[in-house]
């Protein structure tokens, strides 16, 4: 070890415990023979001697641990007041979380069978009776300002329904022949973007959906399970 | 208060501890009432969080821990303490102690400490006052042991020279 490598040290060696006995002997070897970091080592022993005796020398306030447990017992006061705050708190939060809970659980929407079979029957169209007139006056008694296709064959008609499409009643109607269904919602042009030019169509993996021109206003959506055939669903005398 | 906690046991690490601790409160930052106050509050913090406390051999280097962590709180609210820039704390040259003259005069030293920033200031204190082990010491500025050295000889040498008598004409600092 050089000079510098053994005068780095010297704060090890001059304490107990953080030096190895080899370390300790290898410096104390160094120093019997270099009488240049033997007086260096001297007088830091010696600044440190000196510093250490001020340093040190600090007066200790007599009533320091009386204060010391008087601190204590306050906080041990106060953090057992903020225990009975937090349990409190805690307390509270749950009885509310409970009553907001309660709140949202009892407030659901009552259905009752009765209230049910009002709604079906209201939306229900007979097949017999089907007529695009009880469409139009069904659409009318519903408030909702629609079209009502003419090239269809109402003696198809199942169903009618007013549905919310991205929360605009939009009139919805449902054929059905045989094992084929069509489901032809009319959107009003003025609340729905359709992409102009050829109407498109695609196929779901339950059902093919079609866009048609129907008026000036409004669009058709047909929506067809089974068969994706519009003709089966036109009047008798308008197929060709 | 409601804590299964051995009263006695604490009371022997006040007893103990708390002169030294109040030793390096005053030494850390110079003012007899701040020392007093962070003794005070040292020891109630280990109080709440003597549970914490696993091996009881370990208790001081764990209250010189607190302490300086709520010296540093409680500095970090004030804000306006002065130090010396970091480029004046030069590594000595180990050959460079000179045989000049010094005078450790008890208030020089704690304005040489007041001068020096913290990571400098502590391990400077806790190398005179030899209570913790240097493992300890970096354990607890959560730095390598080689860096508290470092820290600890420029921490030195600066106040070695802040300690010399030099001859009037060559007195730059008042
Ligand atoms: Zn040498």
């Known amino acids: 070890m050089n000079c510098s490598t053994i005068r780095s040290l010297a704060p090890f060696f001059s304490r107990h415990g953080e030096l190895s006995d080899e370390d300790r002997a290898t410096i104390e070897a160094h120093l019997a023979v270099c009488p240049s970091c033997q007086g260096w080592f001297q007088r830091e022993q010696e600044f440190d001697a000196a510093v250490a005796r001020v340093i040190q020398q600090v007066e200790v306030p007599s009533d320091l641990p009386n204060a010391i447990w008087r601190k204590i017992a306050t906080q041990s006061r106060r953090a057992a007041r903020m225990k009975v705050l937090r349990v409190a708190a805690v307390a509270s939060a749950v009885v509310l979380l409970v009553a907001l809970g309660w709140k949202i659980w009892t407030s659901r929407p009552v259905v009752d069978p009765v209230q049910w079979a009002a709604w079906e029957d209201q939306r229900y169209v007979f097949t017999y009776n089907g007529s695009r007139e009880s469409a139009v006056e069904f659409f009318a008694r519903s408030g909702?300002?629609?079209?009502?296709?003419?090239?269809?064959?109402?003696?198809?008609?199942?169903?009618?329904?007013?549905?919310?499409?991205?929360?605009?009643?939009?009139?919805?109607?449902?054929?059905?022949?045989?094992?084929?269904?069509?489901?032809?919602?009319?959107?009003?042009?003025?609340?729905?973007?359709?992409?102009?030019?050829?109407?498109?169509?695609?196929?779901?993996?339950?059902?093919?959906?079609?866009?048609?021109?129907?008026?000036?206003?409004?669009?058709?959506?047909?929506?067809?399970?089974?068969?994706?055939?519009?003709?089966?669903f036109m009047p008798p005398g308008s197929i060709g | 208060m409601g804590q299964a906690m051995p009263h006695g046991a604490f009371r022997r690490l006040v007893d103990e501890h708390y002169a030294q601790l109040y030793r390096y409160a005053y030494r850390l930052c110079g003012s007899a009432e701040t020392a007093a106050d962070l003794t005070q509050e040292t020891f109630a913090k280990a109080h709440a969080q003597f549970s914490q406390l696993r091996d009881p051999a370990r208790a001081k280097p764990w209250l010189f821990a607190i302490l300086r962590n709520t010296y540093l709180q409680q500095?970090?609210?004030?804000?306006?303490?002065?130090?010396?820039?970091?480029?004046?704390?030069?590594?000595?040259?180990?050959?460079?102690?000179?045989?000049?003259?010094?005078?450790?005069?008890?208030?020089?030293?704690?304005?040489?400490?007041?001068?020096?920033?913290?990571?400098?200031?502590?391990?400077?204190?806790?190398?005179?006052?030899?209570?913790?082990?240097?493992?300890?010491?970096?354990?607890?500025?959560?730095?390598?042991?080689?860096?508290?050295?470092?820290?600890?000889?420029?921490?030195?040498?600066?106040?070695?020279?802040?300690?010399?008598?030099?001859?009037?004409?060559?007195?730059?600092?008042?």
């Open chain 1, 144 to 232: 909702v300002k629609t079209f009502v296709p003419y090239d269809f064959d109402y003696t198809l008609l199942t169903r009618l329904d007013v549905v919310a499409v991205e929360g605009t009643p939009v009139a919805c109607l449902v054929f059905q022949k045989g094992p084929n269904r069509a489901k032809v919602y009319v959107l009003p042009k003025r609340r729905f973007r359709v992409p102009r030019g050829e109407l498109a169509a695609a196929t779901g993996s339950h059902c093919t959906v079609e866009f048609a021109e129907s008026s000036r206003e409004f669009v058709l959506v047909i929506v067809y399970f089974g068969e994706p055939n519009r003709q089966l």
């Open chain 2, 75 to 174: 500095r970090r609210q004030e804000k306006n303490h002065r130090e010396v820039p970091l480029e004046s704390l030069e590594q000595p040259a180990a050959s460079d102690i000179a045989d000049d003259p010094y005078d450790v005069n008890p208030q020089r030293l704690q304005e040489a400490l007041n001068e020096l920033p913290e990571m400098f200031r502590t391990p400077l204190i806790l190398f005179y006052f030899e209570e913790l082990s240097y493992r300890d010491i970096a354990e607890q500025m959560n730095v390598p042991i080689g860096t508290v050295m470092s820290r600890l000889a420029r921490a030195k040498s600066y106040l070695r020279q802040r300690l010399t008598i030099r001859p009037p004409s060559d007195e730059r600092r008042q």
